[in-house]
């Protein structure tokens, strides 16, 4: 976007974040969006997708990592039934937030990467740690969520924790304590901890068993550092997040098959 009347602008955000990350040799995770799949007509140049976007700023280093949010919320970020008859989409419309009507652009898990930073380990060596960054509400779809943090070939863990970026400047204060409480099933559903950073909401820091720690009040700058404890357990959640609603529905089906059965064979008597 450096053709834009804020192009000018966008690149001191860019320069003192990368300063910030340079100064304290510190990888730094930051929100933002992404304008894509520019094209130039005339001497009009064109981005055509807008994107929800997570990006990581390494030290002393001029490549620019992102994440683009791939469950996009409905009536929010996207417009439900935008192909459906023109009676259902006027009535999206009508509840839709005015985001939704110029919809964003979704990411794919397909080729989902991983953030890798460095870290040393207890006996002081340095190594590479991998990350996942589901943005905001995605954190509170399991199957999203596991999907991001298995590697589908060898059926392992391709991350060791969870950084959340989350907005919840649109939630009453009860609502942000129920969306800290849900964070807590991804880290025990998957064995990895968490740091989460919300916008008014509830930061936090959660280990792989679930349990919370250095919370931070809504509506309050502050700040907290904690060191992450990994765990490199995988678990059968992680390669089946599926089984347990779908064995759920089967042992439903089955004893609503052997009700009925068990009805016809012995009718109730006539009174």
Known sequence: MARSPVGTLLSSYYSRLQSIANRYDSALLVGGAAVTAWSTTGSRHIGSEIRNS???????SNELKRYDKVRLVPFSERLPFADGPLWL???ATFLAAGRAIQPLHPGTLEFLKPFEIPYKTPTGATTNVKFVTPICLENVDPIVVARMLRD?????KRASFIANLSND???ADQ???QHLQLLVFRC???RVPMARSSNTGL??????????AETLRPNQPDAAVRQLELDDRVTLYMNYPDWLPIAALIVVGILIAATIASHFRNPRPNT
């Open 54 to 60: 997570a990006y990581l700023f390494i030290p002393n």
């Open 89 to 91: 989409r006027s009535l």
């Open 152 to 156: 589908a070939r060898i059926g392992a």
């Open 169 to 171: 400047g649109w939630f």
């Open 175 to 177: 609502q942000k304590h």
């Open 188 to 190: 025990i559903e998957n």
């Open 203 to 212: 930061s936090a820091f959660i280990d792989s068993t679930g349990r919370i």
